[in-house]
């Protein structure tokens, strides 16, 4: 069974263009890495929590921001790890200087038997769909072309 991960693609418009909201992954491995390395805020889930539930449980962890309302599927896809990806989309203003993300502890530097805590996301920054495209994980960029589909169908 692969691992599973949920999370929710928030968007607003500006000025009448649609942006797309990302989070970097903290800690140090990510810290240089930009162009493919940004996602939107997900997490992994068991076979005892639905996926929207998850996809709202780790929203919060990683932003500190809870999401209300109803949200959009998006679909599932697949990550070269293996892991099966379920997003939904979310309209939704946020504060990229309010981020408050849950922290993670890991051996750094590697070998070295010290400990450091990291946060999980250390920034969030909204995007043209055109800019996510080129920041966000390979696999994950059918989200970001599967909401502009529904907008495009449900313009503001």
């Not at 309209?91 to 309010?98: G, L, T, Y």
């Amino acid at each position: 069974m692969p691992k599973r991960s949920a999370g929710i693609l928030l968007y607003r418009y500006e000025a009448g263009n649609l942006l797309v909201l990302l989070v970097h992954p903290g800690g140090p491995f990510w810290s240089n890495r930009d162009v493919g390395a940004w996602s939107i805020p997900k997490g992994e889930y068991d076979a005892a929590e639905e996926p929207e539930a998850a996809a709202r449980r780790e929203f919060l962890e990683e932003t500190g921001i809870a999401i209300g309302g109803p949200l959009e599927f998006l679909g599932e896809e697949r990550q070269k790890s293996g892991k099966l990806v379920t997003a939904y989309a979310h309209e939704s203003e946020f504060d990229v200087d309010s981020l408050r993300s849950n922290v993670f502890e890991a051996e750094w530097p590697p070998r070295s038997g010290q400990m450091h805590s990291f946060p999980e996301v250390d920034r969030a920054a909204w995007f043209t769909p055109a800019e996510a495209r080129r920041r966000i994980n390979a696999s994950q960029r059918p989200f970001i072309d599967r909401l502009e589909a529904l907008r495009s169908r449900r313009a503001p």
